[in-house]
């Protein structure tokens, strides 16, 4: 059974037990690392997870165990903060082509809409990355850049594109 739901701070363990899963597994799609986040406190992840009304990190649940997290962050600085962003997708493997990414970035997306003054999401994904590029473009992300040697990974560069979804509010 399916279940999406916010992650709250009593989330932390799983919550960061998949999200170091991921950036071992899937080092080139992340601006993070394994070897930066292995030894985080768990205070320091409870923090992450902790409600806010404007942005927060979404679970998808397969028979009560986490399978798929994705984040909406949102900038701070007053002349930036319409601007949402998502960070941290991951589907662990055997979940994948089941339709979770898809669901957890329509609740990012939701979030995002039912936030005043949010006017944008940006994110940045891998050039290399067609599965995910397919899929935010299935959901409307639009590109507006490819950076080139945008990532360090084991002395390889990768470019990343850059995308954005106009939330069209007046
Ligand atoms: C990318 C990722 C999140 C997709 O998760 P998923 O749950 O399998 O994706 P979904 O089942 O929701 O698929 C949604 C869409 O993604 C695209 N997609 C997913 N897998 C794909 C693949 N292997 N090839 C091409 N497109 C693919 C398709 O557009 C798909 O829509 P469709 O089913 O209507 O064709 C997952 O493969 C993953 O975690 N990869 C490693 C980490 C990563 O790349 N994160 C993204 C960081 S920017």
């Given at each position: 059974m399916l279940k999406l739901r916010r992650l709250i701070s009593s989330d932390a363990s799983v919550f960061q037990a998949l999200r170091l899963a991921g950036l071992q597994e899937s080092?080139?799609?992340?601006?993070?690392s394994y070897e930066e986040e292995k030894d985080l406190p768990l205070s320091t992840v409870e923090d992450r997870l902790a409600a806010r009304p404007d942005r927060g990190v979404f679970g998808a649940f397969i028979n009560n165990e986490l399978s798929g997290i994705v984040a909406l962050g949102r900038e701070n600085k007053h002349k930036l903060a319409h601007k949402a962003l998502i960070w941290g997708l991951y589907v662990t493997p055997q979940a994948r082509a089941r339709g979770l990414a898809r669901a957890l970035l329509q609740e990012a997306i939701a979030l995002a809409q039912a936030?005043?003054?949010?006017q944008q999401i940006n994110l940045s994904v891998n050039a290399g990355n067609g599965a995910a590029i397919a899929l935010y473009q299935s959901l409307n992300f639009k590109s507006f850049g490819h950076e080139p040697n945008a990532l360090l990974v084991d002395g390889e560069f990768h470019d990343e594109v850059h995308m954005y979804l106009p939330l069209n509010k007046v």
């Open positions: 080092p080139l799609a992340f601006g993070s936030t005043k003054d949010i």
